[in-house]
Nanobody
Framework: VQLQASGGGLVQPGGSLRLSCTASGFTLDYYTVGWFRQAPGKEREGVSCIGSNTGSPYYADSVKGRFTITRDNGKNTVYLQMNSLKPEDTAVYYC?????????WGQGTQVTVSS
């Protein structure tokens, strides 16, 4: 059972990245999947999450209108499309899959926004 986060990198301000959160050994369809980030010297914060049903995704105010979370159940993957990136988006991004009785974390992927 594993959750793999990938897609981070170095991008200039205003650029875009797409993060992927892929599960192996279990099916993401039945889980609420969230993206979190932690910048140096700061606490981990929630960025976005998407439920297992058809409810509206959640976005932190700081990313609303710039980030989009989506599911591809066929690929057992949740994506975080990040547009109009700002230097303050620089952090290690983690994905989390949760349902009653189960909670998994990915290993983190570094996103650096710098000119």
């Amino acid at each position: 059972v594993q959750l793999q986060a990938s897609g981070g990198g170095l991008v200039q301000p205003g650029g875009s990245l797409r993060l992927s959160c892929t599960a192996s050994g279990f099916t993401l369809d039945y889980y609420t999947v969230g993206w979190f980030r932690q910048a140096p010297g700061k606490e981990r914060e929630g960025v976005s999450c998407i439920g297992s049903n058809t409810g509206s995704p959640y976005y932190a105010d700081s990313v609303k209108g710039r980030f989009t979370i989506t599911r591809d159940n066929g690929k057992n993957t949740v994506y975080l499309q990040m547009n109009s990136l700002k230097p303050e988006d620089t952090a290690v991004y983690y994905c989390n899959a949760e349902r009653i009785g189960s909670n998994y974390w990915g290993q983190g992927t570094q996103v650096t926004v710098s000119s």
